[in-house]
């Protein structure tokens, strides 16, 4: 118990130095609010995601143009006026695309247990966009960045799953299942 309340004392000193230094992207503190693991764990993701991941991975033009849409807006996007799909768009307002890169990163990193954490209903929203965006013939290159990031998402999501090892955790081995 010692050490997790020392660390806990630790984060805040952190924090509160990086934040008297007036640092850019300084992390949430209410990550220390959380009830469980399980929480805690999702946020650090988050954190990761906003931190380091997105600056690192995506184009900056990319982001400030994307960060700001919600589901709804990308399916506007996506689709061709010519083939104006019968969808309903309100459903797609529940999330936006920080959500989005939030999901393909949990996926990539747990691939079917970040199905726990993802509304199945989010998930054929994902399968939609990435087959609207894929009848999208454009010359766009924002259009064609959210072509690749949705069938980036829909790969990871619609894959075979990962889930044929074992842990001997009395060895400190995964062993690969036939």
Same mark, same amino acid.
């Given at each position: ?72 807006? *990308? /399916?506007?996007?996506? !689709?061709?006026?010519? @083939?104006?799909? +019968?969808? &309903? ?7 936006? =695309? ?24 989010? *998930? /054929?929203?994902?399968? !939609?966009?990435?087959? @609207?965006?894929? +009848?999208? &013939? ?7 960045? =959210? ?32």
């Amino acid at each position: 118990m010692f050490p997790i309340l020392m660390s806990y004392f630790l984060c805040i000193r952190k924090f509160d130095t990086l934040k008297s230094q007036n640092t850019k992207d300084i992390w949430n503190i209410d990550i220390l609010k959380t009830k469980n693991y399980h929480d805690f764990t999702l946020f650090h993701l988050k954190e990761l995601v906003r931190l380091r991941f997105v600056p690192s991975d995506c184009p900056k033009s990319f982001i400030e143009k994307a960060s700001k849409l919600s589901g709804e807006d *990308l /399916l506007n996007l996506s !689709i061709d006026s010519a @083939n104006s799909n +019968k969808i &309903n768009a309100a459903k797609f307002k529940t999330w936006n =695309l920080e959500d989005a890169l939030l999901n393909l990163y949990q996926l990539q990193s747990a691939d079917e247990l970040a199905k726990k954490d993802i509304p199945e209903s989010r *998930l /054929l929203q994902f399968k !939609i966009l990435h087959e @609207n965006f894929e +009848k999208l &013939n454009t010359e766009d290159e924002f259009l064609n960045q =959210l072509k690749t990031f949705f069938r980036v998402l829909y790969k990871l999501s619609s894959g075979d799953p990962t889930d044929h090892f074992e842990i001997d955790f009395k060895k400190g081995m995964i062993l690969k299942l036939k």
